[in-house]
């Protein structure tokens, strides 16, 4: 296990990355990380956030659909945090220049209704849930030309640089909805099944992720399930997710 100083001095070098909107290198490279490690890293991330006044707002899941796997190279699922600097409002502007390498990828969002302690052996995510809704993320793995390990991914908080969510509806069955998303001339089709076979699994897989990594799950947070697509590139222009059933959100990026 990684000292508590260099959990905080990799954090540092990802936090800067960020705020500097330049990509750094692997940090296997340099480092022989675990995945407690990796976890560790991305809480002194988080930390770095905090102090700053950012406001914790929810998590997100990666990994949770065949296609963001193979994109990618990794085959796990990860968990990252979500914070109130990252959120976009629907329809809003965004700014391009805030971001290194960003892509783009329709989601499904979840919002709790009530805290939940993951250690309880009774918790069902599901039933906590009172509201769903389409949503956008935008990645920017702050690792240059988006290459990185498993660790590497965790550690820089699964690449989160930004969300949006459409308006919020009632709890209904989402396991098998049609995804579009649109960018410009081009258009990514899905389904909700793709993520873990129907996005309440990817409520299953947070729980259990929340027990083992401490993720704290609060009323109001805002759960992203993982991408039903691969991701797009986020260039100029407005890009929508629309989720049959559920409506649709868009950014527009500038
Ligand atoms: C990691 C983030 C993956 C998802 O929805 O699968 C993710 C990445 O692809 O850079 O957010
Ligand atoms: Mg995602």
Known sequence: MITQETAGALAAVLDDAQTSVSDTPSLADTHTLTVDDAY?????????RTARGE???????????????????VSEIIVGRLTDAMRVVDGAEVELARFIHPKVEPEVAFRLGRDVDPHDPDADLADCVDAVAPALEIIDSRYRDFRFTYEDVVADNTSAAGYAVGPWLPVRDVSDLAVHLTHGGSRAEGTTAAI?????????ALLDMARRRDVPLRAGDTVLAGAATAAVALT????????AGLGRVSVRSV
Do not use: D, H, I, Y
Not at 40 to 48: G, K, Y
């Open 236 to 243: 100029p222009g407005v890009t929508t997710c629309e989720v």
């Open 196 to 204: 873990l076979g129907a996005p309440v699994n990817a409520l299953r």
């Open 55 to 73: 406001r914790p707002t929810g998590v997100k899941l990666g990994f949770t659909s065949e296609a963001k796997m193979a994109q990618m190279g």
């Open 40 to 48: 560790a890293v991305q809480a002194a991330l988080l930390a770095r």
